[in-house]
């Protein structure tokens, strides 16, 4: 057999930011073993990726837990890769001029209705306004008065202090407290067509580019730092500290209820209008 029949190409879809480049690492740069398989990057903001994974477009893709509720007939959840908050998450902002306002009479920023973030908002209080805006801009927007509060995720969870904003709620404190769980954000899925046996193969390469960029965390965030937006080391180091961890390279039994709780209750309130197949790849 010859080598170009022999190998295959796999689209892998995620975010240009700094915690999915980390994630990427050694994949990106070939510092692993990859057998048959040649991995294709795809760098798309994740409103792009949840679209596209509707339409079933890329072989592996980032996604928001809200989002995979959509596409769970099409794509299974890998066992590892997600972005998951214990005890922290996207957090809702506000000006000193709204700040003792209720959050159902404020018209709030999100980063769009597919995010877990607007699904965890929901869940706290079912009826506000909202408009979907950028999440690298919502902090401006909310500055500009163009709405009264906004919906953080990313980095901006950071430094919106900076801006003079302040925390009306942190969505992950909220969902800990009521749960006793961490909050899911966002996870890697894969196309079941692609059959069990790949899918388990290519499972346990992302699996080894995760384990090496948290063994080799200086050179994979040097690696990321393209990615971060301008952040300083120190605050792009943190981010990625928050959203790489533990939970990332396995779920853990904890992790997998904290999925299935989310979606569930999605599901359970309306705002998830159909049942979710939650599976992962083993």
Request: glycine letters at 6%; charged letters at 25%; aromatic letters at 10%.
């Amino acid at each position: 057999m010859t080598k170009s029949s022999s190998t295959r190409t796999i689209t892998l879809a995620h975010s240009p930011d700094s915690d999915d480049a980390f994630m990427h690492y050694a994949l990106a740069t070939n510092k692993i073993e990859t057998g048959r398989y040649r991995f294709k990057h795809v760098l798309k903001d994740i409103q792009t990726l949840n679209e596209a994974a509707r339409q079933g477009v890329y072989d592996i893709t980032a996604i928001s837990f809200h989002a995979y509720a959509y596409v769970s007939d099409k794509y299974a959840l890998l066992p590892h890769g997600a972005s998951i908050g214990d005890g922290y998450g996207p957090i809702l902002v506000t000006t000193e001029q709204h700040k003792d306002r209720a959050i159902k009479d404020l018209k709030i920023a999100i980063p769009g209705t597919m995010t877990s973030a607007y699904l965890a908002l929901k869940l706290y209080e079912p009826d506000f306004q909202y408009e979907v805006v950028a999440f690298d801009e919502i902090i401006n927007h909310v500055k500009a008065g163009k709405s009264e509060a906004g919906l953080l995720i990313h980095e901006g969870q950071l430094f919106y202090e900076d801006y003079n904003l302040l925390k009306v709620l942190d969505l992950g404190e909220w969902w800990k407290s009521k749960t006793d769980l961490p909050l899911p954000m966002g996870g890697n899925v894969i196309k079941r067509d692609l059959g069990t046996d790949a899918m388990r193969e290519i499972s346990d390469y992302l699996h080894q580019s995760i384990k090496y960029s948290m063994e080799h965390r200086e050179d994979a965030l040097a690696y990321a730092m393209q990615f971060a937006r301008d952040m300083k080391t120190d605050l792009a180091d943190r981010f990625v500290r928050m959203w790489v961890n533990d939970l990332t390279l396995d779920y853990t039994a904890r992790g997998r209820e904290a999925v299935r709780r989310f979606l569930k209750e999605g599901v359970e309130s309306g705002i998830i209008t159909n049942e979710v197949q939650v599976d992962f790849v083993e």
